[in-house]
């Protein structure tokens, strides 16, 4: 009985593994012991051709320093995050920015990680292309020779450094000051009126 509970257990535990939306891989010894098939689809082939190899060959250059020194601490029992973002490279180069979570496992009887890797490639691009996107609308609001300033409902938020000089705003004091604090009094209604029709 003991022995069938064991085998149902086991099992449940591979159907799980091998249906997870997220990449599931094995690593003992610096080596690939085990990958589910989620990354990329592989096909058995495939899959074969990635067991077996150092773990290191799919990390980006630039993060594996970052990932040796979390798995030297992590095998010698320091506390280190297991949840962590890292970029990884596929068989043709590609980059795969990817979050990390890390845990210490028995493989085989002998101790390994468990690493499940989440695909966050399409968020990192959407985030750069924010960034992008933001780091324009600065340049151009820097660069313009026009007094500029975003406000929300009257609630100063940023100005440039064209209105810094016209009216004397400052831009490290005077975020979150109401507009108004900068407009004539005779002038307040007009400028109402303008920014509320």
């Known amino acids: 009985q003991v022995e069938n509970a064991l085998r149902e257990s086991e099992e449940k535990y591979r159907l799980l593994v091998e249906k ?5 891989i094995i690593i003992q010894d610096n080596t690939i012991k085990y990958i589910n098939h989620k990354l990329a689809s592989m096909d058995d082939s ?24 979390l798995h030297v601490k992590r095998i010698s029992g320091e506390n280190v995050p297991s949840i962590y973002e890292t970029i990884l490279l596929n068989d043709k180069g590609d ?3 990817a979050e990390v979570n890390v845990s ?3 493989y085989n009887n002998r101790p390994a990680n468990q690493i499940i890797v989440r695909d966050i490639t399409d968020r990192k691009k959407t985030e750069n292309a924010l960034k992008e996107s ?9 660069a313009s020779f026009e007094g500029l300033l975003i406000h929300d409902q009257g609630k100063i938020i940023d100005g440039n450094q064209v209105l810094a000089v016209l009216v004397g705003f400052d831009l490290n004091k005077d975020n979150n000051k109401n507009i108004f604090d900068f407009i004539a009094p005779e002038s307040r209604s007009t400028v109402l009126k303008k920014a509320l029709s």
């Open 46 to 69: 495939e899959l074969d051709h990635i067991i077996g190899k150092n773990f290191l060959e799919y990390i980006h250059p630039d993060e594996r320093q970052k990932v040796i020194d």
């Open 20 to 24: 997870a939306n997220d990449t599931i």
């Open 134 to 142: 933001r780091e324009r609308l600065r340049r151009f609001f820097e």
């Open 104 to 106: 210490s496992i028995i």
């Open 95 to 97: 980059n795969i920015y």
